[in-house]
């Protein structure tokens, strides 16, 4: 089975992955589902391409399906969810052929998906970081008005 496919049906990653569905049920801003993980892996993969880095696709999707998953422990327990689906990750991981070298980026790329370009170690990781945040369609959300994201770093523009 493929490394992806392992982490999606991994028994720790299914039952975070429920309990976010249900715990984001009513929200109406931005939503951490499986198209998001999937957009910023893609949207990663894409501008890692542009660039000319030399990085592997797998590495890149099992961040994006990864750097959101402890989430629902941010909402239960106030744990930062990057601090929390990076703790998930280093449990899953090795049992989803994942070396440990590709362990370490991918950990890394989850820790550091909140964090500023100035924080961030490498450019794979500023590339993450502008793909979770330009995989919201600010634009077009009905909520809009009620997100504490200030119109800055709103994403009001369609951009490629």
């Not at 391409?49 to 750097?67: D, M, N, P, T």
């Not at 909140?114 to 502008?130: P, V």
Request: hydrophobic share 35%; with cysteine.
């Amino acid at each position: 089975m493929d490394c992806l496919q392992k982490i999606w049906e991994h028994p720790l990653y299914q039952e975070h992955y429920r309990k976010l569905q249900k715990l984001e049920r009513e929200r109406e801003l931005c939503c951490h589902t499986l198209e998001h993980f999937l957009d910023v892996a893609r949207l990663t993969y894409i501008y890692a391409l542009e660039e000319g880095l030399s990085v592997s696709r797998k590495v890149i999707y099992a961040a994006g399906l990864l750097h959101d998953i402890g989430k629902d422990l941010q909402y239960t327990d106030g744990i930062p969810h990057e601090e929390s689906s990076a703790q998930i990750a280093a449990r899953i991981l090795p049992d989803c052929e994942v070396s440990r070298e590709e362990q370490e980026i991918i950990v890394d790329l989850i820790l550091t998906h909140r964090k500023k370009k100035k924080a961030c170690k490498a450019r794979l990781n500023e590339l993450f970081y502008k793909a979770d945040k330009g995989s919201r369609n600010c634009l077009i959300c009905p909520a809009s008005s009620q997100c504490s994201w200030s119109d800055e770093k709103k994403n009001l523009k369609i951009h490629y």
